[in-house]
């Protein structure tokens, strides 16, 4: 009876670990809801289960820093990020200088991302310059990302972080509710996000506000993330706060994804992100810029998972 009853717990033990293991769990780090990675991650996520039965989740961290530590070590499968922050993940500079995280690699670009510094639209604020003297979120112990995007939009207009009045922040979340709230006068935001729209509805109006675009500007610019560079922007629906075509310091989204996983996984991955974007808009407006005809871009100290790599060769998306 006991060799009966082992024998059947072992049988369905095995049976259940071998069900799992075939539907093992992928996970997107990503921000909080709101921002507009986690509403990529969730789209993504969406589709891979719905359309190839890819079992998919979002799991929200605290910020950037998080998210690239928890692909490195092996806690998370992929992560949205702007590739200027992969670039110093990857190396262990900036605010990673306390070791490199060797097992980021690159999945895709997925697109060009504007973002910009907006505030209410009766704030007299109208240029970066502007904001001399005003309250600027400012720390972003959470969220570190912030201080190097808001550092190169000031740095557009000549603006140190000493030419404004500054005031703590944890993440983008809260900035922003802090903007809503009253308790500052500007803050930053990837232009499309659903969080900026919150904003707009509770306050009465958002804008963004232009930023310079010359020479000088984009010197300034790339001076702190080399990565960065300008786009013209023009008003949608979607894009709450952009009421007239503007240029905007701009980077490349990219999927990152760690060195563990399986080949197979990210080719399917990489499949399904670039040959479901009609879905993809549906869910998020955002995915319109999906860089389909270019989804591999060499960017220094990064590369490409070989899953990846595999999928661009077989469409000839890839060039040595």
Known sequence: MKTHTLSLLTGITLSLCSSLSSAQMMS??????????NTMSTSIANIARSKNNMNAVVQPF????????????????????????????????ADYRDRERPNLRLAMRISPQPIGIFVRKD????????????????????????????????????LEWSDVEQVLVPDLIRAADALSSGRIDATYFAVGGPKVAEVDASVGGVKFVPVASDEIAAAAMEAIRPAFYFSAVTPAPHLVGVDAPMQMVTWDNVLVVGAHVDDEKVYQ???????SK???????????????????????????????????????????
């Open 123 to 158: 704030s007299g604020i109208n240029s970066i310059k502007d904001l001399t003297g005003k309250r600027v979120a400012a720390g972003w112990n959470a969220f570190p990302l912030g201080r190097s995007h808001m550092s190169a939009m000031l740095a557009t207009s000549g």
């Open 62 to 93: 605290s910020g950037n820093r998080a998210m690239m530590d928890s692909v490195d070590q092996g806690l998370a499968e992929f992560a949205i990020n702007d590739v200027n922050d992969v670039i110093v993940a990857a190396n262990g500079m």
């Open 28 to 37: 997107f780090a990503s921000p909080p809801q709101g921002s507009v990675w």
């Open 269 to 275: 991955m990489v499949k399904t992100v670039l040959e």
């Open 278 to 320: 009609p879905e993809l808009i549906k869910l998020f407006p955002g995915f319109r810029t999906l860089s389909t005809d270019e989804p591999y871009k060499v960017y220094p100290g990064l590369a490409y998972h070989p899953g990846a790599i595999r999928y661009f060769k077989e469409k000839g998306l890839w060039h040595e």
